[in-house]
Protein backbone atom coordinates (compact mmCIF):
# COMPACT_ATOMS: atom_id res chain seq x y z
CA UNK A 1 0.00 0.00 0.00
CA UNK A 2 1.37 3.10 -0.56
CA UNK A 3 1.69 6.13 1.88
CA UNK A 4 0.50 9.41 0.23
CA UNK A 5 1.90 11.06 3.02
CA UNK A 6 5.30 13.30 1.75
CA UNK A 7 8.00 11.59 2.61
CA UNK A 8 9.80 14.20 4.80
CA UNK A 9 8.48 14.04 8.28
CA UNK A 10 7.14 17.25 10.28
CA UNK A 11 10.28 19.52 11.20
CA UNK A 12 11.48 19.13 7.97
CA UNK A 13 12.58 21.88 5.91
CA UNK A 14 9.49 21.54 3.78
CA UNK A 15 7.23 21.46 6.79
CA UNK A 16 9.00 24.52 8.08
CA UNK A 17 8.26 26.47 4.83
CA UNK A 18 4.80 25.55 4.45
CA UNK A 19 4.16 26.90 8.52
CA UNK A 20 5.98 29.97 7.76
CA UNK A 21 4.29 30.63 4.49
CA UNK A 22 0.54 29.47 6.55
CA UNK A 23 1.69 32.29 9.28
CA UNK A 24 2.53 34.81 6.62
CA UNK A 25 -1.32 34.01 4.95
CA UNK A 26 -2.54 34.65 7.99
CA UNK A 27 -1.13 38.55 8.48
CA UNK A 28 -3.20 39.02 5.02
CA UNK A 29 -6.36 36.98 5.91
CA UNK A 30 -6.29 39.24 9.28
CA UNK A 31 -5.52 42.09 7.28
CA UNK A 32 -8.20 41.38 4.84
CA UNK A 33 -10.55 40.65 7.05
CA UNK A 34 -9.92 43.71 9.35
CA UNK A 35 -9.89 41.19 12.45
CA UNK A 36 -8.12 42.88 15.24
CA UNK A 37 -8.16 40.01 17.33
CA UNK A 38 -6.03 37.76 14.41
CA UNK A 39 -3.69 39.98 13.73
CA UNK A 40 -2.66 39.90 17.83
CA UNK A 41 -2.65 36.28 17.95
CA UNK A 42 -0.11 35.83 15.10
CA UNK A 43 2.34 38.94 16.11
CA UNK A 44 4.60 37.89 18.55
CA UNK A 45 3.68 40.45 22.04
CA UNK A 46 7.54 41.77 22.38
CA UNK A 47 9.64 44.14 23.28
CA UNK A 48 11.93 43.29 19.88
CA UNK A 49 8.84 43.27 17.31
CA UNK A 50 9.09 45.89 14.64
CA UNK A 51 6.14 47.19 12.36
CA UNK A 52 7.02 49.47 9.25
CA UNK A 53 3.75 50.76 7.26
CA UNK A 54 4.47 52.23 4.03
CA UNK A 55 5.48 55.76 4.52
CA UNK A 56 5.99 55.45 8.23
CA UNK A 57 9.16 55.11 10.38
CA UNK A 58 9.58 51.92 12.31
CA UNK A 59 7.09 51.08 15.11
CA UNK A 60 8.81 48.93 17.70
CA UNK A 61 7.36 46.96 20.59
CA UNK A 62 4.02 45.59 20.33
CA UNK A 63 2.09 48.25 22.61
CA UNK A 64 3.08 50.49 19.55
CA UNK A 65 2.40 47.86 16.78
CA UNK A 66 -1.42 46.75 18.43
CA UNK A 67 -2.35 50.39 18.67
CA UNK A 68 -1.16 50.79 15.00
CA UNK A 69 -3.22 48.05 13.60
CA UNK A 70 -6.69 48.93 15.82
CA UNK A 71 -6.62 52.21 14.02
CA UNK A 72 -5.94 51.00 10.52
CA UNK A 73 -7.96 47.85 10.99
CA UNK A 74 -11.10 49.98 12.22
CA UNK A 75 -10.57 52.48 9.52
CA UNK A 76 -12.84 52.97 6.29
CA UNK A 77 -10.55 51.01 3.73
CA UNK A 78 -11.41 47.51 2.91
CA UNK A 79 -8.25 46.25 0.90
CA UNK A 80 -8.44 42.84 -1.00
CA UNK A 81 -4.97 41.85 -1.19
CA UNK A 82 -3.63 39.94 -4.27
CA UNK A 83 -0.09 37.78 -2.99
CA UNK A 84 2.04 37.62 -5.76
CA UNK A 85 6.14 36.40 -6.41
CA UNK A 86 6.11 35.01 -3.07
CA UNK A 87 9.46 33.60 -1.59
CA UNK A 88 9.93 31.28 1.76
CA UNK A 89 13.25 31.48 3.23
CA UNK A 90 13.41 29.33 6.91
CA UNK A 91 16.62 29.03 8.74
CA UNK A 92 16.81 27.57 11.82
CA UNK A 93 14.04 29.21 14.32
CA UNK A 94 13.79 32.19 11.96
CA UNK A 95 11.51 32.68 8.58
CA UNK A 96 11.44 35.42 6.54
CA UNK A 97 9.03 35.73 3.84
CA UNK A 98 9.28 38.37 0.66
CA UNK A 99 6.31 38.98 -1.48
CA UNK A 100 4.35 41.54 -3.12
CA UNK A 101 0.92 42.59 -2.02
CA UNK A 102 -1.70 44.03 -4.80
CA UNK A 103 -3.82 46.01 -2.75
CA UNK A 104 -7.31 46.36 -4.44
CA UNK A 105 -10.05 48.65 -2.87
CA UNK A 106 -10.43 52.32 -2.52
CA UNK A 107 -6.72 52.89 -2.80
CA UNK A 108 -4.40 50.92 -5.13
CA UNK A 109 -1.11 50.01 -4.45
CA UNK A 110 1.91 47.40 -5.30
CA UNK A 111 3.52 47.53 -1.79
CA UNK A 112 6.89 45.39 -1.08
CA UNK A 113 6.80 43.53 2.28
CA UNK A 114 9.45 41.52 4.42
CA UNK A 115 8.56 39.50 7.09
CA UNK A 116 9.91 37.82 10.10
CA UNK A 117 8.65 34.73 11.97
CA UNK A 118 10.00 33.23 14.76
CA UNK A 119 9.35 29.48 15.53
CA UNK A 120 6.95 29.14 19.22
CA UNK A 121 5.99 26.19 20.77
CA UNK A 122 3.18 27.81 19.87
CA UNK A 123 3.40 28.35 16.12
CA UNK A 124 5.51 30.83 14.26
CA UNK A 125 5.15 34.22 14.82
CA UNK A 126 5.27 37.28 13.19
CA UNK A 127 8.22 39.28 14.70
CA UNK A 128 8.77 42.15 11.81
CA UNK A 129 6.85 43.55 8.90
CA UNK A 130 8.01 45.67 6.42
CA UNK A 131 6.38 47.31 3.86
CA UNK A 132 7.06 49.70 1.19
CA UNK A 133 5.26 51.22 -1.57
CA UNK A 134 6.29 50.44 -5.11
CA UNK A 135 6.81 54.08 -6.70
CA UNK A 136 6.08 53.71 -10.58
CA UNK A 137 9.23 54.31 -12.64
CA UNK A 138 9.55 56.64 -15.55
CA UNK B 1 41.31 37.72 41.84
CA UNK B 2 38.44 39.38 39.94
CA UNK B 3 38.67 38.20 36.32
CA UNK B 4 37.34 41.29 34.28
CA UNK B 5 36.55 39.56 31.26
CA UNK B 6 32.72 39.76 31.08
CA UNK B 7 30.90 36.37 32.35
CA UNK B 8 29.61 35.21 29.15
CA UNK B 9 31.90 33.36 26.36
CA UNK B 10 32.28 34.36 23.01
CA UNK B 11 29.75 33.20 21.12
CA UNK B 12 27.37 34.22 23.62
CA UNK B 13 24.33 36.41 22.69
CA UNK B 14 26.33 39.59 23.82
CA UNK B 15 29.20 38.38 21.29
CA UNK B 16 26.31 37.64 18.54
CA UNK B 17 25.01 41.46 19.16
CA UNK B 18 28.09 42.62 18.80
CA UNK B 19 28.94 40.92 15.40
CA UNK B 20 25.68 41.45 13.60
CA UNK B 21 25.89 45.20 14.76
CA UNK B 22 29.48 45.15 13.23
CA UNK B 23 27.98 43.60 10.00
CA UNK B 24 25.60 46.49 9.82
CA UNK B 25 28.07 48.94 10.30
CA UNK B 26 30.08 47.64 7.18
CA UNK B 27 27.16 48.02 5.14
CA UNK B 28 26.53 51.07 5.32
CA UNK B 29 30.09 52.29 5.61
CA UNK B 30 30.66 50.21 2.13
CA UNK B 31 27.51 52.19 0.81
CA UNK B 32 29.35 55.91 2.21
CA UNK B 33 32.51 54.83 0.30
CA UNK B 34 31.22 53.71 -2.11
CA UNK B 35 32.90 50.68 -2.51
CA UNK B 36 31.50 47.57 -4.43
CA UNK B 37 33.96 45.48 -3.51
CA UNK B 38 32.92 45.81 0.68
CA UNK B 39 29.60 45.78 -0.50
CA UNK B 40 30.05 42.54 -2.46
CA UNK B 41 32.05 41.04 0.71
CA UNK B 42 29.12 41.35 3.23
CA UNK B 43 26.65 40.17 1.26
CA UNK B 44 25.10 36.45 0.91
CA UNK B 45 25.99 35.19 -2.47
CA UNK B 46 22.77 33.48 -3.33
CA UNK B 47 19.28 33.02 -4.73
CA UNK B 48 17.68 33.66 -1.52
CA UNK B 49 19.00 37.10 -1.23
CA UNK B 50 17.12 40.01 -1.54
CA UNK B 51 17.16 43.86 -1.66
CA UNK B 52 14.51 46.57 -1.29
CA UNK B 53 15.49 50.01 -2.50
CA UNK B 54 13.59 52.83 -1.38
CA UNK B 55 10.41 53.05 -3.72
CA UNK B 56 11.80 49.62 -5.76
CA UNK B 57 10.44 46.28 -6.26
CA UNK B 58 12.49 43.52 -4.89
CA UNK B 59 15.40 42.13 -6.31
CA UNK B 60 16.13 39.03 -5.88
CA UNK B 61 19.15 36.57 -5.86
CA UNK B 62 22.71 38.41 -5.71
CA UNK B 63 22.84 38.51 -9.53
CA UNK B 64 20.35 41.23 -9.42
CA UNK B 65 21.36 43.13 -6.39
CA UNK B 66 24.64 43.31 -7.37
CA UNK B 67 23.64 44.99 -10.45
CA UNK B 68 21.43 47.65 -8.73
CA UNK B 69 24.66 48.10 -6.26
CA UNK B 70 26.91 48.36 -9.20
CA UNK B 71 25.08 51.01 -10.46
CA UNK B 72 23.98 52.89 -7.28
CA UNK B 73 27.72 53.12 -6.33
CA UNK B 74 28.36 54.02 -9.90
CA UNK B 75 26.08 57.04 -9.71
CA UNK B 76 26.59 60.94 -9.02
CA UNK B 77 25.22 60.73 -5.49
CA UNK B 78 27.51 60.94 -2.14
CA UNK B 79 25.56 60.35 1.05
CA UNK B 80 26.77 60.28 4.52
CA UNK B 81 24.42 58.28 6.41
CA UNK B 82 23.45 59.11 9.99
CA UNK B 83 22.60 55.72 11.70
CA UNK B 84 19.67 56.17 14.35
CA UNK B 85 17.47 54.24 16.70
CA UNK B 86 19.28 51.19 15.71
CA UNK B 87 18.13 47.84 17.67
CA UNK B 88 19.66 44.33 17.20
CA UNK B 89 18.01 41.08 17.28
CA UNK B 90 19.55 37.64 17.37
CA UNK B 91 17.75 34.33 17.73
CA UNK B 92 20.07 31.25 16.31
CA UNK B 93 21.30 31.69 13.29
CA UNK B 94 19.86 34.89 12.43
CA UNK B 95 20.26 37.93 12.90
CA UNK B 96 18.73 41.14 11.90
CA UNK B 97 18.63 44.72 12.69
CA UNK B 98 16.12 47.75 12.44
CA UNK B 99 17.25 51.05 11.67
CA UNK B 100 16.85 54.91 10.75
CA UNK B 101 19.34 55.85 7.90
CA UNK B 102 19.44 59.69 8.16
CA UNK B 103 20.83 60.47 4.62
CA UNK B 104 22.88 63.86 4.12
CA UNK B 105 24.22 65.03 0.35
CA UNK B 106 22.47 66.13 -2.71
CA UNK B 107 19.37 64.64 -1.34
CA UNK B 108 18.24 64.89 1.79
CA UNK B 109 15.73 61.68 3.53
CA UNK B 110 15.17 59.47 6.21
CA UNK B 111 14.76 55.55 5.36
CA UNK B 112 13.66 53.25 7.59
CA UNK B 113 15.35 49.96 6.95
CA UNK B 114 15.29 46.32 8.20
CA UNK B 115 18.60 44.16 7.59
CA UNK B 116 18.57 40.54 7.83
CA UNK B 117 22.20 38.64 8.80
CA UNK B 118 23.11 34.94 8.48
CA UNK B 119 25.84 33.28 10.54
CA UNK B 120 28.64 31.76 8.41
CA UNK B 121 31.35 30.15 9.13
CA UNK B 122 32.90 33.13 7.84
CA UNK B 123 31.42 35.54 9.90
CA UNK B 124 27.24 37.41 9.19
CA UNK B 125 26.11 37.97 5.89
CA UNK B 126 23.35 40.20 4.58
CA UNK B 127 20.53 38.11 3.31
CA UNK B 128 17.98 40.76 3.04
CA UNK B 129 18.08 44.59 3.36
CA UNK B 130 14.41 46.53 2.76
CA UNK B 131 14.74 50.32 2.72
CA UNK B 132 11.94 52.98 2.35
CA UNK B 133 11.32 56.32 2.77
CA UNK B 134 9.55 58.01 5.78
CA UNK B 135 6.93 60.42 4.44
CA UNK B 136 6.57 63.17 6.34
CA UNK B 137 3.00 63.79 7.97
CA UNK B 138 0.39 66.52 7.61
Not at 1 to 14: F, I, K, L, N, Q
Not at 42 to 68: F, K, M, N, Q, Y
Not at 95 to 114: P, S
Request: aromatic share 8%; hydrophobic share 45%.
Amino acid sequence: MTDPRPARPAGSDAADHEAVRSANLAFYSAFEASDVEAMSALWEHSDRASCVHPGWPVLRGWTAIARSWSAILSGPDRLQVILTDERVVVVGEVGWVTVDENLLGQRQATVTAVNVFTRTTDGWRMVAHHGSAVVARR
